[in-house]
């Protein structure tokens, strides 16, 4: 299947910031979105505002650090819509700290949700998708995936494994099965608010004074998705103009 029309595509973190974005505009153009997240009082409205727009969109709570409620959510997914086309792994945390702060639970909390949550996401998908004979995983890593920085060493090591993770996975499935990496620079989203550091939250708000709409990574997904089923766009970078990295 190719374009966006009809698809069914499951995106986890996605009661705000880039799920959120990309969810409204995948619906607009015709997809089938399932909404997961912890939140789900912001799932609730957004999925009212989906269908307010003429849009198809349900909910589920999900925690990506729990096997069996990734498990549980693409089975509601496709025990209501029949098939998952496209898995959106986009719930992350960004908890920045120098090393020497010793935030040991803010460290496995990034490993917990920004690895084990995509690794979910595909041990999930995976066989549903062999069975249905073909898909995508989109799995967002940032720039941070790229190149490390001074209070993000724990962060970047995570998302330098999605990176990791999702060419491993890529060459191993082949056939009809698309692997995508999508890698923001800053973006507007509630991720800073998760730093409890005082220096690395005052460091992050000057960095983001150039950050970019979350629809602007949205709209990289969807041109991810929309490629013919032949192509696979295995990563795009999607950063301010602006940005000096």
Not at 33 to 55: C, Q, S, Y
Request: with cysteine; charged share 25%; net charge neutral.
């Amino acid at each position: 299947m190719s374009g966006i029309e009809g698809k069914v595509v499951a995106i986890t973190g996605a009661s705000s910031g880039i799920g959120e974005a990309t969810a409204r505009l995948l619906a607009r153009r015709g997809a089938h979105v399932v909404l997961g997240a912890r939140r789900t009082d912001k799932l609730e409205v957004l999925t009212g505002a989906i269908r307010a727009e003429g849009g198809s969109a349900r909910y589920r709570p999900l925690d990506v650090t729990r096997r069996e409620d990734m498990e549980a959510f693409i089975d509601f997914a496709r025990g209501a819509l029949g098939r998952v086309d496209v898995i959106i792994n986009n719930a992350g945390v960004m908890p920045l700290s120098m090393l020497e702060a010793l935030k040991v639970d803010e460290w496995n909390r990034m490993i917990d949700v920004n690895i084990r949550g995509v690794l979910h996401g595909i041990a999930a998908g995976l066989p549903v998708m062999k069975q249905q004979g073909g898909g995508q995983f989109i799995n967002v890593s940032s720039i941070g995936g790229h190149r490390v920085s001074p209070t993000a060493a724990v962060y970047c090591a995570t998302k330098f494994a999605v990176m990791a993770i999702s060419e491993g996975l890529r060459q191993e499935v082949g056939g009809d099965i698309r692997v995508t990496v999508i890698s923001p620079g800053v973006t507007e989203s509630e991720l800073a608010e998760s730093i409890s550091d005082p220096t690395a939250r005052e460091a992050m708000k000057e960095y983001r004074r150039i950050s970019i709409p979350a629809d602007a990574v949205a709209r990289a997904i969807l041109f991810a998705i929309e490629q013919p089923a032949d192509v696979d766009t295995s990563e795009i970078i999607v950063r301010p103009t602006a940005s000096p990295h």
